[in-house]
Antibody
Framework: QITLKESGPALVRPTQTLTLTCTFSGFSLNTDEVGVGWIRQPPGKPLEWLADISSSDFKWYSPSLKTRLTINKDTSKNQVVLTMTNMDPLDTARYHC??????????????????WGQGTLVTVSS | SYELTQPPSVSVSPGQTARITCSGDTLPKQFSYWYQQKPGQAPILMIYKDNERPSGIPERFSGSISGTTATLTISGVQAEDEADYYCQSPDRSGTAVVFGGGTKLTVL
């Protein structure tokens, strides 16, 4: 059974840096065709993808947020850490950690978010 | 920036068929994915690679693609299917992930 659990501060001040940790079980980031990512959802709004990291340590970031995001993994601890700098009240959202799978098909290489953590609500306010 | 367009809402009576569309100009070349999100819960993967269903997802959920439009079809809708549904696909570069704006399915 795959589980993912997010941890981090519930309240962050504007301009501060947010650090979120995803601790997962049921899979290993040493396995090919596996990754972990972060997706957020502001209250009442749609999902927004933030970043991914693969088992090969390839990293992908949202183009609109890439200057503020850093994603890293600690395979020995089964953890992935996301940092977001210069937090703003518009960054208030539930942040979800996700288990990503890679595959192949007639359209080439593909990937999808197979399992999701419940998320952690982060409020940005002074 | 690249966008996937979904209708904000779809309503259907129990037992009927619901169709939720997702439009994007890269969909002929990129796979589409669908997620269900119920209030207060994390999203669940319902369809991957346009039309494949993960284990445990009921057969009444199916996906299809035609040109630049992906469709999630729910046959014989049940009250428990009332939820928000999101489509997802890569952007034009193929390296970034894009979600549609979501469709609220209401079971009348």
């Amino acid at each position: 059974q795959i589980t993912l659990k997010e941890s981090g501060p519930a309240l962050v001040r504007p301009t501060q840096t947010l650090t979120l940790t995803c601790t997962f079980s049921g899979f290993s980031l040493n396995t090919d065709e596996v990754g972990v990512g972060w997706i957020r959802q502001p209250p009442g709004k749609p999902l927004e993808w933030l970043a991914d990291i693969s088992s090969s340590d390839f990293k992908w970031y949202s183009p609109s947020l890439k200057t503020r995001l850093t994603i890293n993994k600690d395979t020995s601890k089964n953890q992935v850490v996301l940092t977001m700098t210069n937090m703003d009240p518009l960054d208030t959202a539930r942040y979800h950690c996700v288990h990503k799978l890679y595959g192949y098909g007639e359209k080439g290489i593909c990937s999808w978010f197979a399992s999701w953590g419940q998320g952690t609500l982060v409020t940005v306010s002074s | 920036s690249y966008e996937l367009t979904q209708p904000p809402s779809v309503s259907v009576s129990p037992g009927q068929t619901a169709r939720i569309t997702c439009s994007g100009d890269t969909l002929p070349k990129q796979f589409s994915y669908w997620y269900q999100q119920k209030p207060g819960q994390a999203p669940i993967l319902m369809i991957y690679k346009d039309n494949e269903r993960p284990s445990g997802i009921p057969e009444r959920f199916s996906g299809s693609i035609s040109g630049t439009t992906a469709t999630l079809t729910i046959s014989g809708v049940q009250a428990e299917d009332e939820a928000d549904y999101y489509c997802q696909s890569p952007d034009r570069s193929g390296t970034a992930v894009v979600f549609g704006g979501g469709t609220k399915l209401t079971v009348l």
